[in-house]
């Protein structure tokens, strides 16, 4: 059995509870599925529903409570009501992908985490562009990225592709699932109190990794057979993975796309390098295209910065400038909606008023 500690609780959030909280226990949410939540509490696991509160109250997507999260629960001995979602720690979030209309609304994946373990395979699926697009969201979770290349076993130098990623996140470990090869270094991260979270696109192998550091088949693997290396989407749901002796591993499905939404200063952690080479630009405001003096133009041209490299944070940037304007223009269309309704309350309640007064 864990202690809370064990799981990660922490004076930030012993620090969050009020004399108000007294008939509440703190717990942790180790999965959902349409509602219904597994936390994990001192007493053991209970099957939990949010309270009618929380749910009418919260008005975003990004204030109920997700894989990862503490909450306070009203708990009995078979089952508990979350109550209230404890402020958190880190936050990996995206883009939620039903969003119809195309507005941004931010979705969390996980919280509370420490270190996300970015996976990706030396196959087909490899792309630098790629790995830079998802570690700028990762930075901006506040967690620590490490990158991990697995399926080594399937090339015949990893290196090389090792070398197109260094420097992007805090550290790079190459793996195999198959051999067990590196393993041991991702296990150097895990201890007690510690939340990792294995992410990325399907099939990379973020099953069979938990796997491998559990010692245990607990998570479940397709086969991938044949020519084509495309995944199964085979973990379905995002789901915590207790470690004997302390600390939690979380695993997500297989991301489809990622919209990324993160911070300029998220940028410049995935693009150390460019941003530092960028300072000498002769503009400020440089977009490193076609500008006279641009000193990442100069590297380029001089050897010393891949120009893929060089593309990649362009298009990046002004993926994340254009997704700021339309995260503005949607919260206008949602301010404007809700005028709308208020004024069509206030309408129905005047005419109800006029008629009550006329009759
Ligand atoms: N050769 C080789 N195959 C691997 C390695 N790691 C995983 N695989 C295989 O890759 C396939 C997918 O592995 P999973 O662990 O299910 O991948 P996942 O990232 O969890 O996929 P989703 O749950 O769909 O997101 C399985 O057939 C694994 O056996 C590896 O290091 N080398
Ligand atoms: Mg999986
Ligand atoms: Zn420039």
Request: glycine share 8%.
């Amino acid at each position: 059995m864990y202690s809370l500690p064990d799981i990660g609780w922490t004076h930030f959030f012993q620090q969050q509870l009020t004399e108000d909280d007294n008939d509440l226990k703190p717990a942790r949410v180790a999965t959902l599925s349409r509602g219904i939540f597994r936390l994990l509490t001192e007493r053991g696991e209970r099957t939990a529903s949010l309270s009618g509160r929380l749910g009418y109250e919260s008005e975003h997507l990004i204030d109920l409570p997700v894989v990862g999260d503490w909450v306070l629960a009203r708990i009995s001995s078979d089952s508990a009501v979350i109550e209230r979602v404890l402020k958190r720690r880190t936050k990996l979030s995206r883009i939620a992908p039903s969003d119809q209309q195309r507005l941004t609304e931010e979705q969390a994946l996980a919280t509370n985490v420490d270190v996300v373990f970015l996976v990706t395979s030396l196959t087909r699926e490899f792309n630098p562009r790629r790995i830079e697009r998802y570690l700028t969201q990762v930075w901006e979770s506040g967690a620590r990225p490490f990158l991990v290349l697995n399926k080594i076993d399937l090339v015949e130098s990893p290196l090389d592709y090792a070398k197109q990623v260094e420097d992007m996140a805090d550290g790079l470990v190459l793996t195999s699932a198959a051999t067990g090869s590196g393993v041991d270094e991702i296990r150097r991260e895990l201890r007690p109190g510690l939340t990792v979270v294995f992410v990325g696109s399907s099939g990379v192998g973020k099953s069979s990794l938990i796997n491998r550091l559990l010692n245990d088949d607990v998570q479940t693997v397709y086969d991938i057979r044949g020519g084509d290396d495309k995944g199964r989407h085979t973990t379905t749901a995002r789901e915590m993975l207790l470690v004997p002796g302390g600390g939690v591993i979380i695993d997500t499905p297989g991301l489809r796309q990622l919209q990324v939404l993160a911070d300029p200063s998220a940028l410049g952690k995935t693009f150390s390098d460019v941003e530092g080479i960028a300072e000498e630009c002769a503009f400020s405001d440089c977009t490193h295209t076609a500008e006279p003096n641009c000193a990442v133009i100069a590297a380029v041209e001089a050897g010393e910065l891949d120009d893929g490299r060089r593309r990649g944070y362009q298009k990046l940037q002004s993926d994340l400038a254009f997704a700021d304007r339309r995260r503005d223009r949607a919260a206008q269309l949602a301010e404007k909606k809700k005028r709308k309704t208020i004024s069509k309350t206030n309408r129905r309640r005047d005419k109800q008023r006029g008629r009550g007064r006329y009759r």
